[in-house]
Each structure stands twice: as structure tokens, then as C-alpha cells.
């Protein structure tokens, strides 16, 4: 019974007395082989050399801040809606009166989460935020050995405040100095 129209017939010839020392052979895949040799090798040597990343590339989440430095999110919940992968999870809550400079609306994510290892980087919840909260950056995830790692919480995700430098203790002076080397 024949399934397909793709069958070879196979070549049952004999060998001549070249053909049977097998030297055609051996000196096509060294012909090969020279050829190889020297062409540009199509690798980079990783950590001396990085490779530039395209312009539209998808890193990591960040929950921005409006220019008073209140966070923009507001826990409608479409961008965890818009996410083919369910990879983000949300808790919204009240605003408490003495939280208007931290909160934009009377609402916020008490909880905000995204599980980088279900997240695709298809950009959806991106582009699902009304407030353009939430955006996709330039780095990369970290890699780790720990699966809880790669759950990151408002902790992570959100972008710190940058103080006046005339107002800045030294701890945060240290906070904001690590968060410039990371934006770089």
C-alpha cells in the first residue's frame, strides 16, 4: 500500500572500483569542510561582544509613575485580560485618605504581578493599558535557578522615584544611583 506520491526508487547499481574506496566521498565533505574554514564565523563571542538589539525589542515590564510620581496604574484589569498567556494577576484597592502623592486615582493595584515565565513579550498589555501604565523595556530578564524568582510583584516592576538631589539621604542616594546603572 503506498501512502504517498513522494517515494524514491533506490539505486541498487554496483559500485565501481573508485566508487568502492569510497575517495569521492571523503573528498566532497573535505571540500566542504576548507570551504567552512574560512568563511566569518556566524557567532559572537557572547560576553565580550553583545549583540545590538532591534529597536522595537520587548524586554521587561515597568509600571511607570506620572511626572508628580504617582503610580498610573488604576487596576482596571485590561491588561491582564488583554494577555493571551494569563501571565498577569492583579488586586485593586482603595485609595486611604493621606495616599493621594503615592496613587494617581482613588483606585490602585494593591497587588500586581507577572509570571515572566508564562509571559510571551507580545506587547498586548501594552497596548491594552488606557493610563500607559504598564510598558515593556529594553533589558532583559535575569536569569535564575529558582522558579519563584520570575513572579515579579510591584516591588520589581514598578519604577522607583528619583528625589531632588538636594533633598536625598544617603540610602537613597545609593537606591537611585543602582537604579541609573539598571536604566543604562
Same mark, same amino acid.
Given at each position: 500500500m503506498q501512502l504517498t506520491k513522494r517515494s524514491k526508487q533506490v539505486d541498487t547499481h554496483l559500485l565501481s572500483a573508485l566508487e568502492s574506496t569510497?575517495?569521492? @566521498?571523503?573528498?566532497?565533505g573535505m571540500a566542504i569542510? +576548507?570551504?567552512?574554514?574560512?568563511?566569518?564565523?556566524?557567532?559572537?563571542?557572547?560576553?565580550?561582544?553583545?549583540k545590538p538589539f532591534s529597536s522595537v525589542w520587548r524586554g521587561v515590564h515597568i509600571l511607570k509613575r506620572d511626572e508628580n510620581g504617582a503610580e498610573r496604574?488604576?487596576?482596571? @484589569?485590561?491588561? /491582564?485580560? /488583554?494577555?493571551? /498567556?494569563?501571565?498577569?494577576?492583579?488586586?485593586? /484597592?482603595e485609595r486611604k485618605p493621606g495616599e493621594e502623592g503615592l496613587y494617581r486615582e482613588e483606585k490602585y493595584a494593591a497587588k500586581y504581578e507577572i509570571n515572566m515565565l508564562r509571559c510571551i513579550f507580545c506587547g498586548l498589555c501594552e497596548e491594552a493599558c488606557p493610563k500607559e501604565a504598564i510598558f515593556l523595556s529594553n533589558s532583559i530578564a535575569s536569569a535564575n535557578y529558582?522558579?519563584?524568582? +520570575?513572579?515579579? @510583584?510591584?516591588?520589581?516592576?514598578?519604577?522607583?522615584?528619583i528625589p531632588p538631589s538636594e533633598h536625598v539621604n544617603v540610602f537613597e542616594e545609593g537606591y537611585r544611583k543602582?537604579?541609573?546603572k539598571l536604566k543604562k
Open positions: 569510497y575517495l569521492p @566521498g571523503i573528498l566532497k569542510t +576548507f570551504r567552512h574554514i574560512f568563511k566569518k564565523a556566524p557567532t559572537i563571542r557572547y560576553p565580550e561582544v553583545k496604574c488604576t487596576a482596571c @484589569g485590561l491588561c /491582564a485580560l /488583554a494577555c493571551p /498567556a494569563e501571565a498577569i494577576t492583579m488586586e485593586a /484597592a529558582d522558579r519563584s524568582t +520570575f513572579v515579579y @510583584g510591584k516591588d520589581k516592576l514598578v519604577e522607583p522615584v543602582e537604579w541609573m
